[in-house]
């Protein structure tokens, strides 16, 4: 029979829970994923699509919520918007809510919102920069590829946000 290390008892109740398939540490796990909501505009075509001096302006909007469904399964939702633009003429527009259902087991209340927020649109955004990619290619211009995003970094921006409007 396995001992356990020193200072750690094992009550038997750890191997049960590993064979029946239960995590015993913090889980994170994709149920699914999909695209909620998708528009791709082109209004000015086809002169958005002629040959242009300049590069057009780019803007580029991400926003993450996120929506119980159970004790343990979460809706969490990448919002992102691109719009490109020459002057005031607008060259197109994509906007997605690119969505999965995410099973998040034994993590702590304290780091619950941390990993809905940040860890699991870290997972979606290969998938929406690439749907966005190629939306932008079939709508005649080059492939947008959004460059990679530092969720920790926008939630703890939000974080700030929030805590400047109760002051």
């Known amino acids: 029979m396995a001992k ?10 750890g191997a049960a829970q590993q064979q029946a398939g239960q995590p015993t540490g913090p889980a994170l796990s994709v149920l699914a994923q999909y695209i909620k909501d ?3 505009e082109n209004p000015n075509s086809p002169n958005s699509l002629r040959p242009r001096d300049n590069s057009p302006n780019i803007n580029i909007g991400i926003n993450v919520t996120a929506n119980n469904l159970s004790q343990t399964d979460y809706e969490v939702v990448l919002k992102m918007e691109a ?27 304290e780091a619950l919102k941390p990993a809905l927020m940040i860890e699991c649109p870290r997972l979606l955004f290969p998938f929406a920069r690439q749907i966005i990619a190629d939306a932008t290619r079939n709508g005649g211009f080059p492939p947008l590829m959004i460059d990679p995003v530092d969720f920790a970094r926008l939630y703890q921006t939000n974080q700030g946000e929030q805590v400047a409007k109760a002051n």
């Open 83 to 109: 719009k490109a633009a020459a002057g005031e003429e607008m060259i197109f527009n994509a906007e997605l809510d690119y969505a999965g259902i995410f099973r998040l087991q034994n993590i702590p209340e």
């Open 38 to 40: 998708f528009s791709f």
């Open 4 to 13: 356990a290390p020193a200072g750690k008892e094992d009550n038997g109740q």
